[in-house]
């Protein structure tokens, strides 16, 4: 890290808060003390920490609460609690509260170290991926902003091609000049499109470059020191793991999100049965562990499309509600139909899972947005604004009604021809 990183250590022993001060300092960690959750409260108040290391036990104040208190000053504090009942339940107790991690007193100095620096570690490429997408996403406003300006340029110039056709001489020249000006456009959209992928694939590059020296050097720790290590050692290896794989998900989703709105294939006339049957199939071993019934309304239309991109969207609306049908259902059940409409065909999965909070629904089709209702469920939160991506591509739209416990039902409306 470029700067000293922030630390406060929370502890109503004061010999305790003085030795980790001392061990932390050493390491270039600018170092504050609190020895009661009164002085840490005023602390927070008006201070920004990277990291708090605190004590669950503290005479004046339960950790608990305090910890609840640190999250709502700053999502980005993390916090490693440090207890002396080496239980597993109070460490699971507190990382439902919010802890990060935990370390059971007494510890060695080196398992402290360790475990702040790999801490502070993972904050830093929390931050390192944030900023890739926010310029990301700040490179693809700009592309769309300018194909928005460049769109108005040619209607204003096809409406003043129509009020001159009676000249005929004058309309060819104009004619002439818009060709001119629509190759410049085309050739400055394929310009843009040409950057934004370099970017996207020196992103994706470096990104996998630094996941494929984390995973090297993990797998060479375990090999070479795995046999020393307690079973918490052994744990952090999997924390690290996970956490390789699931950033490698996200590269993955962040490349195909990029490639939806510029690489195309033919549209055809299809089933769409044949997606729902296609989808079903690869899902099935779910669907049978879980014991959900599915029902398919008969007499499926035939749709026009990009046959690949539309089935990923099928796929992913699937696979959405399989996930998210809940544990402890006791009846699971998804619906699959259509419905035609004003020359439109409106698709529905309807699931009766464990539903969205209202006041989320409006942004589940946002980019890698995952809903505080399903944390408890793995994922990236990006295949819902593919799915947008791809409907707004065939002309179409996507949307949910949704109720937390009450299920969900995804729509989607396609033209019912090209």
Known sequence: MSYAPNILIIDDEPLMCDSLKVLLSTQGYEIHTANSGKEAVEYLAKNSFDLV???IVIADMDGHRLMHYINSQDLETVVIVMTGHASVESAIEALRSGAYDYLRKPFEHEELLKTVENVLDQKSLKSDRKRAHEALRKAHDRLERGIEERTAKLAKANEQLKLEIEKRKRAEEALRESEKWLETLLAEVAKKNAELDSFVHTVSHNLRASLFTIAGFTDALRDDFGSMLSEQGQNHFRYIGDAVRKLERFINHLLDFSRVARQTEKGTEFPFAELVGEALKLLQPQIKAQGIEVNVQEDLPVIYGERKRLGQVVDSLLANAVKYIGKDNPSPRIDVGTKEQ????????????????R???KDIFDIFHHLRARRDYPGIGARLAICKKIMERHGG??????????????YFKLPRKR
């Open 359 to 361: 006041d989320q629904v």
């Open 53 to 55: 290391l605190m004590d």
């Open 342 to 357: 004003d020359g439109q065909y409106i698709f529905f999965v309807r699931d009766n899972g464990i539903g969205i909070d």
């Open 397 to 410: 739209r996507i949307w949910v009604e949704s109720e937390a416990g009450k299920g969900s039902r995804f």
